[in-house]
Nanobody, 119 residues
Framework: QVQLVESGGGLVQPGGSLRLSCAASGRTVATYAMGWFRQAPGQGREFVATINWNDGKTYYTDSVKGRFTVSRDRTKNAVYLQMNSLKPEDTAVYSC????????????WGQGTQVTVSS
């Protein structure tokens, strides 16, 4: 079993920054990737960014390219999302996910942390 716990959300003004953290515990051997997803009220879950666990290669959805940076600390089994130049449309619950090697997709999810961008 795997547990994912996010932190770092909050209220920020447009143009501001936040850094989200996600710590994984339990069975984390053979992690293929970790990533961030978000869900705004009344909408489905949206992919934000992901990072390959071994080579560090990153992927972003177009709307956050140049503003968000995903990183990892393999010694801490943690993934981070640095969010700069935040916009009101970034408001959502942000969750981290974990993808094991050999699986077709992300299998485990955290509870999420609220990010609200408003003046």
């Amino acid at each position: 079993q795997v547990q994912l716990v996010e932190s770092g959300g909050g209220l920020v003004q447009p143009g501001g920054s936040l850094r989200l953290s996600c710590a994984a515990s339990g069975r984390t051997v053979a992690t293929y990737a970790m990533g961030w997803f978000r869900q705004a009220p009344g909408q489905g879950r949206e992919f934000v960014a992901t990072i390959n666990w071994n080579d560090g290669k990153t992927y972003y959805t177009d709307s956050v390219k140049g503003r968000f940076t995903v990183s990892r600390d393999r010694t801490k089994n943690a993934v981070y999302l640095q969010m700069n130049s935040l916009k009101p449309e970034d408001t959502a619950v942000y969750s981290c996910g974990l993808w094991f090697e050999g699986e077709p997709d992300f299998d485990y999810w955290g509870q999420g942390t609220q990010v609200t961008v408003s003046s």
